[in-house]
């Protein structure tokens, strides 16, 4: 089995490339001009739309072939103060570069909206701002001319108070959505509400694909173990009629005390375990770490990999493997 890494967002290595410089929206009001501070945050966005081409031309020269983008890359982008500026034109140039690069290199794009991006939510004007972000999103990505390939992951969201009602919820929500939003989602389980057999549960009603967060089942599960999981998760791909590899998450904990947080780097043991678990029943897996550390956490993974070639374990390039079962 195939399995290439990826990173989320920002580089520990590649200084002064920050995808995700940004204004509050207090510091833009206090501008007296507000055209100037448009255009102060078009500029913004320009410079953080750069750094991920930068980021992207690293990542091709370090062989990572998947890359989660900075949600913040277009500074106040769907605030409701600023529903009237349209930044979109003057950055056209800048998005297709990044599109371009990507699909000449090969690498797998996407986003993760952030955790105010709910569909469970019983407050209408929460959903009108989550349905708004996820219309942002999409359209970042077609800015960029990437196909439905390039997706959105987001969780099923909070309880609420009663979790079956607020599943219910969110697939009547999202059925409600464009098929132009629908197409470009993928679903998480999270690490304390909606579980990995319940995220399944409302992938396989909507035919959407399920990422697999391996850290969250681990602190939020119902006694299964994740590769039990798996053929029922490699199906949600498979029935969404997606050609790409399942996608799943990494990440170890913080500290004994703080099982949820995420620590710099990852720790191989579980990860190995898991993808052994898996590998006679999968060809190609693509991993994003989740870890503070980013792609120094990659490169570390893959020195800790490289100990492991007398176990079945092949390095294929600087951040991709073959895992024998």
């Known amino acids: 089995m195939i399995v290439r890494f990826g990173y989320v967002a920002m580089s520990t290595i590649i200084k002064n490339a920050s995808p995700s410089r940004t204004m ?16 102060r945050l078009t500029r913004i966005a320009e410079e953080n739309l750069n750094n991920t081409l930068r980021l992207l031309k690293h990542n091709r020269a370090s062989d990572i072939h998947l890359y989660r983008m900075s949600s913040k890359l277009i500074p106040l982008a769907t605030h409701q103060e600023l529903q009237d500026w349209d930044p979109f034109p ?8 990044i599109g371009d690069y990507a699909k000449q290199a090969g690498i797998r794009l996407s986003f993760h909206p952030d955790h105010f991006t709910v569909l469970s939510t019983p407050r209408e004007e929460v959903l009108h701002n989550s349905i708004r ?11 960029m001319g990437m196909d439905e ?10 309880a609420y108070g009663d979790k079956k009602t ?13 098929p132009r939003i629908q197409r470009r989602l993928t679903l998480e389980n999270d690490d304390k509400t909606f579980n990995a057999v319940e995220t399944l549960e409302v992938s396989e009603k909507l035919g959407v694909p399920m990422v ?4 969250h089942q681990w602190v939020n599960n119902e006694g299964e173990a994740p590769m039990e999981l798996w053929p029922r998760i490699q199906a949600t791909w498979k029935e969404a009629h997606s050609t790409l590899p399942p996608k799943i998450h990494v990440s170890s904990p913080k500290s004994e005390k703080d099982i949820r947080g995420h620590a710099d780097y990852v720790d191989i043991e579980p990860l190995l375990a898991f993808l052994r678990g898996i590998a006679a029943s999968e060809t190609h897996v693509d991993v994003m770490i989740e870890a503070k550390m980013k792609d120094e956490a990659l490169f570390k993974l893959m020195e800790d990999m490289k100990s492991r070639v007398h176990e079945g374990v092949h390095i294929v390039d600087q951040a991709t493997v073959e895992i024998e079962p």
């Not at 972000?133 to 800015?143: F, G, I, K, N, S």
């Open 212 to 215: 697999l967060d391996i850290h």
């Open 90 to 97: 003057y950055l056209a140039p800048a998005f297709q570069a």
């Open 149 to 158: 390939h390039a997706k959105n992951n987001i969780h099923i969201g909070g």
């Open 166 to 178: 607020a599943g219910e919820r969110f697939i009547h929500n999202f059925l409600a959505l464009t």
């Open 24 to 39: 509050t929206y207090t510091h833009f009001a206090k501008l007296e001009d507000r055209e100037a501070g448009l255009h």
């Open 133 to 143: 972000d996820l219309a942002h999103h999409v359209r970042m990505l077609e800015a």
